[in-house]
């Protein structure tokens, strides 16, 4: 059934045009959306009322497995450094994880994404003892909470053959008949061999790499000791920079040579401001490359808007100041990424009502000043993605958001009890 959403104020994806009227979408997985003088016979009509419908966000860079972190028990010993973050917690929970558990996180997050007017996840996922279908229940648990996905297994070498193996093996599984990425943690737990072999996969399934970069000072320091090079240096050098589709998370801690090569590149890059100050670990700065930076939020929480204008806030300071249209474009350039690399999830009949009513008014030149310093996940409304409406006046329509949450809860506290 097609959707109407009547007296719509529509404000385009790069915030240039803005019209009112009637708009409809029909559910397909790549369909448009087309503004009509009256709604078509049979459609679902939503009365708009004024208000503002504008494409959904997506997020660039997610952490789906640790969705039931949130309040988890502090580790054993306090973590001194950013290694010892991931081996005191993030691998002590990654190794935790079974498929229940997993279902669980992606049913969190994807509720918590449409909440926040999310309707694709760009995700980079580890579970070391439960690699294999992971990939497959994360893709389920989000098709049916509605939420469009880019995901990838996290391969490493930090556990092991057998684990590295089996991360391999899943990633070849799940790219056999799904859109995704080869996942790679970072440099530092990435063998020579490993590396090749993520690359001749994503050759083999024509897609990209999805790999930490110099997150840390740590990442350089071991290149620099074992291959006598830096990071980007190393990753060039394999062929790991030549595709359009691979995304470079982070990217902190790189020196003048490392931004031109990137700059060069094909590859893209996904900012986690709020967890880079969540770990100490410094803060982009991308002036060297403005158009290849998404935004990400690295698990923290699924809220692009809100990651955005933390990466606009900094942007203040680390990056010689930011005007709100940049910021906007930062937030935007992920549907540039997925449009560009022709994966579905990207298309024009994902779109956000937004129940927002500002004090000033609203122009194409003053919206991403109201998206930056007015707009939050509050005024989110519902969300259509795909053309099918997924959030429903703040609640989810396709599944009973309290069961699953309920759910949640108790694959948390079996975690928990696991830790
Ligand atoms: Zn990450």
Not at 21 to 32: C, H, L, M, N
Not at 94 to 122: N, Q
Not at 166 to 180: F, V
Not at 242 to 251: D, F, G, M, R, V
Request: hydrophobic residues 40%; aromatic residues 4%.
């Amino acid at each position: 059934m097609p959707i109407a959403l009547t007296n719509a104020t529509f404000i385009s994806r790069d915030g240039a045009s803005m019209r009112t009227g009637t708009i409809v979408v029909r559910e397909d997985p790549a369909g448009d959306l087309e503004f009509v003088d009256r709604a078509p016979k049979g459609a679902k009509v939503i009365d708009c009322a004024g208000r503002i419908v504008t494409p959904a966000f997506a997020i660039a860079h997610h952490h789906i497995y640790s969705a039931l972190a949130r309040g988890m028990p502090a580790p054993p010993i306090a973590p001194k450094n950013f290694v010892e973050i991931l081996e005191l917690i993030w691998w002590r929970l990654d190794k935790a994880l079974d498929l229940d558990m997993v279902r669980a996180c992606a049913h969190a997050v994807a509720i918590d994404a449409l909440k926040s007017g999310v309707s694709v996840i760009i995700d980079h996922h580890a579970s070391p003892n439960a690699a294999q279908g992971s990939l497959h229940t994360i893709a389920g648990a989000l098709d049916e909470v509605g939420v469009g996905h880019l995901l990838c297994y996290e391969l490493s070498d930090r556990d092991g053959e057998s684990s590295r193996d089996a991360g391999l093996q899943e990633t070849d599984n799940y790219l056999t008949n799904h859109q995704g990425l080869v996942g790679l943690h970072a440099s530092f737990t990435v063998s020579d061999s490993l590396l090749k072999s993520a690359i001749d996969l994503a050759h083999t399934h024509d897609t990209g790499l999805h790999i930490h970069v110099a997150e840390d000072q740590a990442d350089q320091d071991h290149c620099l000791e074992n291959y006598d090079c830096r990071v980007i240096e190393r990753l060039r050098a394999a062929g790991a920079l030549e595709s359009s589709k691979t995304i470079l998370a982070h990217c902190i801690h790189l020196d003048n040579n490392e931004r031109e090569i990137i700059a060069g590149s094909s590859a893209w890059l996904s900012q986690q401001s709020e967890s880079n100050q969540n770990n100490a670990v410094g803060a982009l700065d991308a002036r060297a490359f403005p158009d290849k930076v998404m935004i990400g939020t690295d698990g923290m929480h699924s809220d692009a808007l809100g990651a955005a204008r933390t990466a606009y806030m900094m942007a203040q300071r680390e990056e010689g100041g930011m005007s709100p249209q940049e910021a906007h474009n930062r937030l935007r350039s992920v549907h540039r990424y997925l449009k560009t690399n022709q994966f579905a999830g990207a298309s024009d009949n994902d779109l956000v009502v937004l129940n927002y009513n500002p004090p000033t008014p609203i122009t194409t030149d003053n919206w991403p000043a109201h998206m930056m310093y007015g707009l939050s996940r509050a005024h989110v409304e519902s969300v259509i993605a795909r053309g099918k409406l997924v959030l429903d006046h703040g609640r989810c329509a396709l599944v009973d958001e309290d069961k699953l949450l309920a759910g949640c809860q108790r694959e948390a506290m079996r975690l928990w009890e696991k830790l």
